[in-house]
C-alpha cells in the first residue's frame, strides 16, 4: 500500500504545479526546473512554459515553426530539444534570450536554410545538432554569435553543396565535425589545417574527387569511404593513413577504378604534368578600345589550374578591365597601348606546370591627315587616312585600288597583293562620303583581297583609302602603310544635278517656312478685321438725345435753342417751329448728373402748327430715344 501512495503523491504534486503546461511533465524532484514535453502531440510551443527553466524537451511533436516570443526571457535555459518535430520554418531572433543555451537539437526536421539571422544570441552554444534535415545552403553569418565556443558540429543527412568554409575554420574549440552524406565537391586546401582543436571529421559518403592534406600526426580521424576519389599522387597522404578496413575507395582513373585505396601501390598513386593543347587570342588584333578574348586549353593529371601573365610580366588579377573566366580564358573589356605584346597563358598541378604565349596586337585608333601634308606618301606610321583622290594621277592600268560593280547602294573595292610587305596582320579599309565628314573603317583578314561596301548612300561621291597593318618584330607596334586611295560615286544621282540637301537642314527650313506662314496668316487677320472695324465705326448714325422732363420738380423746362446753322443761299430761312423742333433734340442742359437710361414711352399732343410738308412727329418717344433722370 505504501508503495502505490508515493508515486500518487509525486503525480499530485506535478500536477498541482502552476507552471507545468497540459501534456507536460515537471519532475519537482528534479535539481533545476526541468520541462518534459515530448512525444506528447503538441503542435505549437506552449505559451505557458516556466520561464526559468533549464532544460525543455519538445521531441517527437509535430511544431511545424518557432516564433520571436516563443522561447523569450528563457535566460537560464541549458538544453532545448527540439529534434522530429517536422520544423520548416525559424523566426528570426527565435533563439535570441536563450544567451545561457549550451546545447541546441533541431535533428529530425524539414529546416531548408540557415540565414545569420535565425541563430543570433547563442553566445554559449556548444553542441549544435542539425543532421536530418533539408539544408541546401547555410549563410557564413549563421555561425558567427557561437563560432568561438561551439565544440560539436553536425550537419550530416543535409543536401549541402557547398559550405561556408571561412566561418568553419574560425571555429577554434571545434572538435567534431560531421559532414556525411550530403553533396560536398570540394574541401578547400587548408580549411582543416586551421582547425588546431579538430579531433575528427567525418566525410563520408559526398561527391569529393580529392581531399586536402588533413594536419598530423597526430591528425584528426578521417572518414571518407563512398566518395568518388581520383586516385593520383595527391591521395598518396591518404594512402600512408590508410589501413585495412578502410573504406576509401578509386573511383577513376579506369586502371584504378573499384580498387581500395590501401591496397593501391603508391607508385600506381601517379600524376601528369600539364600540357597546353592551344592558345590564342580571338581576335588576334584590336583597335584600341575594343574587347578581346584570350583562350587556353591544358590537359593533366590532376586538372591543372590555369592563370595568365602580362605583357609586363605580373599575374593577371581580376578587375573592371580585366577578367579570369572559370575555364581560365581572360577576358579584356577594354584593350589598351599597354595590353600589347605577348600574354602568357601558364598550367600548373601537382606534377609541375607548362607555359605557352599568346601575341596580342592592340592598334591604335585612326587620326585623320590634315590636307596641309601635302600629296607625299606616307611612311610606315599609324593608321591615317589618305588624302582621297591620290590614286587617280595614276594610269588605269596602275592603279592598286579599284572600285567596281557600283550599284545605288554597294561597291567592291578590289586591291593587288601585297607579297612584298612581310608580316601583314590586316588590311583597313576607310572611306568617308563628300557629303559626311565621320570616317567608317573596316578591318579585314590579311587573306582578303576584295570587300564589298554596302547601305551606301545613291547618287553620293565616297573617298576610300586601303591600308595594309604590319609589325616588323614580334614585340613592335603595328605599322601601317598605305595602298592606295580611289574616289567613286554611287549610281542614282542625275549627272550635273546637285545632291539633296541633308535631312537635318531640310527640316529646318520646312519648320521655318511654316512658321512664316503662320505669322502671315494672323497679321492679315488682324489687318481685316481693324478695317472693318473702321468701316463699321464710320457708318454708325450719332445718337439722338431727346428732352426730358425734371423729376426733381415734375416742371417743364423748356430747352436752350441751339444756334442755328448757317442757313443755305437757296433756301428759305427755317420756320421757327423748326428751330423748335431741332431743339427738341439737343442735349438737356441739367446740372444734375444721368444715373442711369432707360426706355420709356411719353405722351405728347400732336404738333399742329409746322407745316404740311414737314415731318410729322411721332405721339412717343421710340426705343432708341434715351432719357435721362437726374436728381438734385
Known amino acids: 500500500m505504501a508503495k502505490l501512495l508515493v508515486p500518487l503523491v509525486m503525480l499530485g504534486a506535478v500536477a498541482g504545479s502552476h507552471r507545468c503546461p497540459p501534456r507536460c511533465l515537471c519532475p519537482a524532484a528534479a535539481p533545476n526546473p526541468t520541462l518534459l514535453c515530448a512525444r506528447t502531440g503538441l503542435l505549437a510551443v506552449p505559451p505557458t512554459l516556466d520561464r526559468a527553466a533549464v532544460e525543455l524537451r519538445l521531441a517527437d511533436n509535430f511544431i511545424g515553426a518557432v516564433g520571436r516570443a516563443d522561447f523569450a526571457n528563457m535566460s537560464s535555459l541549458v538544453h ?103 553533396l560536398l565537391e570540394r574541401v578547400p586546401a587548408g580549411a582543416v589545417a586551421r582547425l588546431p582543436r579538430l579531433a575528427r571529421l567525418d566525410l563520408t559518403a559526398n561527391r569529393l574527387r580529392a581531399l586536402p592534406p588533413v594536419p598530423g600526426p597526430p591528425g584528426p580521424s578521417l572518414a571518407a569511404g563512398g566518395n568518388p576519389l581520383h586516385c593520383n599522387c595527391e591521395l598518396l597522404w591518404l594512402r600512408r593513413l590508410a589501413r585495412p578496413g578502410r573504406l576509401e575507395s578509386c573511383a577513376s582513373p579506369p586502371p584504378l577504378a573499384g580498387r581500395l585505396l590501401w591496397a593501391v601501390p603508391e607508385e600506381e598513386l601517379a600524376c601528369r604534368a600539364p600540357a597546353i593543347a592551344g592558345a590564342a587570342a580571338d581576335p588576334a588584333a584590336v583597335l584600341e ?68 604565349r599568346v601575341q596580342v596586337a592592340v592598334l591604335p585608333l585612326p587620326v585623320p591627315r590634315s590636307d596641309g601634308e601635302g600629296d607625299a606618301e606616307a611612311g ?37 597583293p601585297q607579297r612584298h610587305v612581310p608580316g601583314i596582320r590586316m588590311f583597313q579599309i576607310q572611306y568617308n562620303s563628300s557629303l559626311d565628314d565621320s570616317l567608317v573603317y573596316r578591318l579585314l583578314p590579311p587573306s582578303s583581297r576584295s570587300f564589298v561596301l554596302r547601305d551606301l548612300a545613291a547618287g553620293r561621291e565616297y573617298d576610300l583609302c586601303v591600308s595594309a597593318l604590319y609589325a616588323e618584330g614580334a614585340t613592335a607596334l603595328p605599322t601601317a602603310r598605305a595602298l592606295g586611295c580611289v574616289r567613286f560615286a554611287t549610281a542614282g544621282g542625275a549627272p550635273g544635278c546637285a545632291a539633296l540637301p541633308r535631312p537635318h537642314f531640310l527640316g529646318g527650313t520646312v519648320i521655318i517656312v511654316i512658321g512664316a506662314a503662320i505669322a502671315t496668316s494672323v497679321l492679315v487677320f488682324i489687318l481685316i478685321l481693324t478695317a472693318r472695324y473702321k468701316a463699321a465705326a ?39 417751329m423748326g428751330a423748335a423742333g431741332g431743339g427738341a433734340r439737343g442735349l438737356f442742359p441739367s446740372h444734375s448728373y444721368p444715373r442711369r437710361a432707360r426706355t420709356r414711352r411719353h405722351g405728347s399732343l400732336p404738333r399742329l402748327d409746322l407745316p404740311d410738308a414737314a415731318p410729322t412727329l411721332r405721339p412717343s418717344f421710340g426705343s432708341t430715344h434715351w432719357m435721362l433722370e437726374s436728381t438734385v
Not at 536563450?98 to 556548444?126: E, T, W
Not at 593608321?383 to 592603279?399: K, L, P, Q, T, V
Open 538 to 576: 464710320a457708318r454708325r448714325p450719332p445718337a439722338a438725345v431727346a428732352s426730358v422732363c425734371s423729376q426733381t420738380n415734375g416742371t417743364h423746362r423748356p430747352p436752350e435753342p441751339e444756334p442755328p446753322p448757317p442757313p443755305p443761299p437757296a433756301l428759305p430761312p427755317p420756320a421757327p
Open 289 to 356: 578600345g575594343q574587347p578581346l578574348r584570350l583562350g587556353c586549353a591544358a590537359a593533366g593529371d590532376p586538372p591543372p589550374a590555369l592563370h595568365w601573365l602580362g605583357p609586363d610580366g605580373r599575374l593577371v588579377q581580376n578587375g573592371s578591365r580585366r577578367a579570369v573566366r572559370p575555364d581560365g580564358s581572360l577576358e579584356l573589356r577594354v584593350a589598351t597601348l599597354r595590353d600589347h605584346g605577348a600574354f602568357t597563358c601558364v598550367a600548373s598541378n601537382a606534377a609541375g606546370e607548362a607555359a605557352a
Open 380 to 416: 610606315p606610321g599609324p593608321s591615317d587616312m589618305a588624302r582621297a583622290g591620290g590614286n587617280e594621277s595614276r594610269a588605269a592600268g596602275e592603279r592598286r585600288i579599284v572600285a567596281a560593280e557600283l550599284t545605288a547602294s554597294s561597291a567592291r573595292i578590289r586591291w593587288l
Open 80 to 182: 532545448l530539444t527540439l529534434s522530429r518535430n517536422g520544423l520548416r520554418r525559424l523566426a528570426p531572433g527565435a533563439f535570441a534570450d536563450l544567451r545561457a543555451l549550451r546545447a541546441l537539437h533541431l535533428d529530425g526536421n524539414r529546416l531548408p536554410a540557415l540565414s545569420g539571422a535565425q541563430l543570433r544570441g547563442l553566445a554559449s552554444l556548444r553542441h549544435l545538432i542539425l543532421a536530418n534535415n533539408q539544408l541546401a545552403a547555410i549563410e557564413p553569418a549563421a555561425f558567427a554569435a557561437f563560432a568561438a565556443t561551439v565544440e560539436d558540429l553536425d550537419l550530416s543527412h543535409n543536401n549541402l553543396p557547398a559550405l561556408p568554409w571561412e566561418a568553419v575554420a574560425s571555429m577554434a574549440s571545434l572538435a567534431t565535425l560531421t559532414l556525411d552524406h550530403n
